[in-house]
């Protein structure tokens, strides 16, 4: 009997065909090489680990409550972790309970449960313009439609912000403040209540993503657009561990109001039940017996010392004619070049000279700049850095 002939295999749903791989990953993947200085990633410096530190607790954990640091635990998060993170968010000037608190599986999990709980197909997000690339991967599965908010190097626009909630009726607003990746910048504090005040009469959810906040190197904390109170009801704050611990760990939070915070909970029970017990609690562990302001204060060193030396060397690395910024804590600062170059066009020429930096157009919801690029500067050590900067100089220059 002849064999019966094969129908097609059903396609992937539309937003997974439409949703590309970060462009940021593939380059990573490019410059894999050990050879290669890489500037691209925004990937914390290993030997700023805590490695002692984070082996002692997991030790401990294990050794003392192994049968419920194995288990199955609670979606909302460890208790004691939540805790600790909400007496750490009280004394950073934002009062918080551990029940304001969702444990995420890196807070780059919380703006998918955001993304799951707030949008509908078609729904409008409102971004910085330029804006991490993953929340725009994230808004983009999510079948919402991403439109740019205009930015100077104060932070968004709030008259164009204003306007633009008027004339598309989006859903949220999402927004990295403190040390913004791309760019580095930080939105005043002006800009800030403006946000709010666009928020609270317009009727808007402001989602604000602070991984970078407490890398500052120079000047003061800006408080939080969540710390004003007549915007309390429709802001969400997200933040990880991933920068000040290890980013291994996958460990962020969430702290949202209580309807939107069940909302996520369920989300997230629909998506991995609840994040890794075991880290969970050696988090909490790690937080109740070392002094991590303490690692943090020699990693700011550090970190400070790696931007000086990169700003130090741009000058020579860049064409005449290149402009950067000054970021004052973060890990990353912005480059654009002079007209007529296209920063993608020029990186396999860069890759060629054993650099590597990201191009600034994937950032870019609206018209990109071609010309911007961004560098990572906490990954290498100063030495490293100086000798990146000149095989980049060779690069664009040669």
């Known amino acids: 009997m002849p064999a019966a002939s094969s129908a097609a295999v059903p396609p992937l749903a539309a937003r997974a065909a439409s949703v590309g791989a970060s462009p940021v990953r593939e380059i990573l993947a490019l410059t894999a090489r050990p050879e290669v200085i890489s500037f691209a990633g925004g990937l914390p410096a290993p030997e700023m680990f805590d490695g002692a530190g984070m082996a002692a607790a997991f030790r401990a954990v294990l050794d003392e409550q192994a049968a419920t640091a194995l288990q199955y635990s609670t979606t909302e998060g460890s208790p004691a972790l939540r805790a600790a993170t909400a007496d750490r968010v009280t004394k950073r000037g934002l009062a918080t309970d551990a029940d304001d608190l969702l444990i995420t599986t890196g807070s780059q999990q919380g703006l998918t449960l955001l993304a799951a709980a707030l949008l509908e197909p078609g729904d409008v997000v409102l971004v910085e313009d330029p804006c991490y690339l993953a929340a725009l991967q994230v808004f983009g599965f999510a079948g919402a439609r991403v439109v740019a908010v205009p930015c100077d190097e104060d932070g968004p626009d709030p008259a164009a912000l204003d306007a633009l909630v008027a004339s598309e009726r989006p859903k949220l607003f999402y927004s990295v403040p403190t040390f913004q990746n791309p760019t580095g910048r930080t939105m005043t504090a002006a800009r800030r209540r403006a946000v709010a005040d666009v928020a609270v009469r317009r009727g808007l959810w402001i989602v604000e993503d602070d991984p970078y906040g407490e890398l500052r190197y120079e000047g003061e904390h800006v408080p939080w657009i969540s710390s004003y109170e007549d915007a309390a009801d429709r802001t969400v704050l997200l933040s990880s561990y991933s920068k000040i611990m290890a980013p291994g760990l996958r460990i962020g939070w969430m ?6 915070l ?3 909970v369920i989300a997230k029970q629909a998506s991995d039940l609840h994040t890794p ?5 050696a988090a909490a562990r790690y937080l109740a ?3 991590l302001d303490a690692h943090l204060a020699l990693i700011r060193a550090a970190y400070g010392e790696r931007r000086d030396a990169m700003l130090a060397g741009l000058a020579d690395a860049l064409p005449e004619g290149s402009t950067w910024n000054r970021p004052r804590g973060g890990m990353f600062l ?9 920063a993608t066009a020029l990186l396999p020429k860069v890759v060629e000279h054993d650099v590597a930096y990201v191009p600034g157009a994937p950032f870019f919801a609206g018209t990109p700049d071609v010309a911007s690029l961004r560098l990572c500067f906490v990954t290498s050590a100063p030495d490293e850095i100086r000798e990146g ?3 980049l100089g060779r690069a664009l220059k040669g």
């Open 334 to 342: 912005w480059v654009r070049l002079p007209a007529g170059h296209d």
């Open 289 to 291: 017996d070392r002094d």
């Open 389 to 391: 900067l000149a095989r």
């Open 262 to 264: 069940r909302a996520c």
């Open 255 to 260: 702290r949202a109001p209580h309807d939107l």
């Open 277 to 281: 017990t075991v880290n969970q609690l």
